[in-house]
DNA sequence: ATATAATCGAGACGGTACGTCGGGTCTTATA
DNA sequence: TATAAGACCCGACGTACCGTCTCGATTATAT
């Protein structure tokens, strides 16, 4: 087998790799995911294909590190505010606030688009979904974990509850309705699934 | 704007129909959904590409109505055992049971390719999305509302509960886990999340 | 082999046949040969495609009749006038007269477009070709036949001269330039052309 | 007006460009000019579609140049000899020497298919007919002119003659009895046209 | 400071599939 | 039985992008 000689990362094209980023982003934005090529990445962004070709291996993949990136700006931009969950003692109250700030990205076309389109990727093509959890969906999940040991720590939670199964109880419905569309996504929707899982994993 | 004649519905060809459908399952089931073309539909069915393009709008509308096709020809042969959930007096035991039967069919081959294919142009396409929803989904879920209801009639579940909502605690964690490979499937995960979300949905 | 059973002619519609005609005329008129369709012109006369197939080997094949059709109305709407080459004696005022007649028809779009259409078809469509100089072309050469012969005996050309042949020394090089547009038409032209012909280019 | 911008012809695929002559040359001679395709030219070259397309407007476009380029080619090869008159400084015998060779040229399946099919197509196509003549045909009749010239000066011919016009009585019945199949070609014919074109038929 | 080797913008290339058009055949219901 | 209508199979159209492959023209160290 003939192995292509793996390019010089060193030498690569600090401007290129944004201009990638932000024209992905861009389009994907502007004519949707589908809609979005190679090609007008590159001449979008004012690169030849071969460049892009190069360093990532299809345009999801483009994509998936456009969006990677956008994620690790938004997060210094915040300071580190939302990428931790508040631990006030008050694990209902906490929850709640976490889950309507998701409901706030959720609904936010900047984010919306290219994550449903990272997300619809991820579905079909296996690579880029496990990329997507494993950098993205998993360390978010991992912060309930913390959260819910901590509750489970000072008796909030029952000791026999596996965390990680836990969180899928309020997590879970409020990704489904808004991937596959089967429901509207309101403040009021996510306290009550708080409330409704709360109740399941407290102890009597 | 120019609009088509709508093509005469009464004189279509029920045997190319047919034709079309098995082409479409088999070949996404071969080669995957984004490899499935329509050229590679209509080839495999001995069917003009004009026939297909007459009936339907793009691959995922021909997919679809294959899968919905599919399932009401299991729903015919099964009778109609698996499209009602059991109502044994145990809450518990019949959603397990249910939930059971939806693991076997998540990992089932058979369905998953086709299911997993139109979700994920679901995701992305709004139209599809929402027919996928309506047409398969929803059905389904509205057989947990329905189970739900009876329990609150028996006192098993509080009356002040919302079933829509409340079944999401232990379908929409299965569904994360299925679509977004959050996590592996088994018997013991989908007993686990009844037993959380019951606890919580239960009275004192 | 199968042979089609032939159509039965005498239950043809009259009405259809016309209307075809007047179709295919006007279409070759309007877009040109190349973009006028059997289904357009179907369409047009308001008959349906298999009306067209029935009677008619191909569009070529209809447009050919329709110009045949035209022709002879043509003739007999203008009496018999121009259809016979006059004999006043003066062989080459007869022949300029003449020639300036094709002249002009070669000129009139409503000839010009369907004539070059068949003509262009015959050069590829040997079929097409031989009915076309057989039924329209050839008839119309052997009037000049008949005027040389006439010339002949009355000495105004010698007698061992092939008038077949003869004649194509100024009918030719007209339908040349009209043909493969290797040159302007003009009634200047045609006279010269009649005067070198009779003459010869040589010196006496 | 969306212009494309002109593709850079000094990138251009020499070897491409001659395998789409060949092929588009070697189809018209096995199946004819009307069902030779774009597609197939571009398969049997071993060459996509959009290479033709970048470069040729059309199927006739490409077999006009590939014609040209097989007549250059073919005047290379034979040295200069076919493409000038001879001038033995005897008029007629040098034209007939000329119009035997075209005879041969015309009756030759190797030029024959392509050129006919050429004509054919500019009979239509004005475009492609002006370019024809233009660069193919009146090249060939401007021999005629200068050979007629240089015998107005030896007094073979009269001064008052217009060559241009003159050698359309010889070659202009050769040319319309080929491409319309109005009459055979042959030697003895070709013959007389010289010596009525020459002597005129009128007595002298 | 210069060689030199890789990346870069550009875009032509061989391909595959698109969605459309039209050819010629076949089916259905009127007349 | 011929007809108008039009669905059907098929093949080609001309276009859009794919991913690969040259091309000079910049870089950006490593001499």
Redesign the pocket.
């Known amino acids: 087998m003939v192995k292509k000689p793996a390019?010089?990362a060193?030498?690569?094209?600090e401007k290129?790799r944004r201009a990638i980023y932000a024209a992905a982003l861009a389009l994907v934005g502007e004519v949707g995911y589908p809609?979005t090529?190679?090609?007008?990445i590159a001449a979008r962004a004012?690169?030849?294909?071969?460049?892009i070709?190069?360093?990532w291996s299809?345009?999801a993949d483009v994509l998936l590190e456009a969006f990677l990136d956008l994620s690790a700006q938004a997060a210094q931009e915040a300071g580190q505010e939302p990428y931790v969950i508040p631990d006030t003692g008050d694990l209902a109250a906490d929850l709640k606030t976490v889950l309507r700030i998701t409901v706030d990205q959720l609904l936010d076309p900047r984010f919306e688009v290219p994550s449903r389109a990272l997300a619809a990727e991820g579905v079909l093509n296996e690579q880029v979904g496990r990329e997507f959890v494993e950098r993205l969906l998993e360390p978010q999940l991992q912060l309930y974990v913390s959260r819910l040991r901590s509750a489970q720590d000072s008796g909030a939670v029952r000791g026999d509850v596996d965390p990680r199964i836990a969180l899928e109880l309020f997590v879970s419905p409020l990704a489904q309705r808004w991937l596959q569309r089967t429901g509207p996504i309101s403040y009021d929707y996510t306290d009550t699934l708080v409330d409704y899982a709360l109740r399941g994993i407290a102890p009597r």
């Open positions: 390019p010089d060193t030498r690569r094209s290129s809609k090529t190679v090609e007008a004012g690169v030849g294909k071969q460049t070709y190069r360093w299809s345009k």
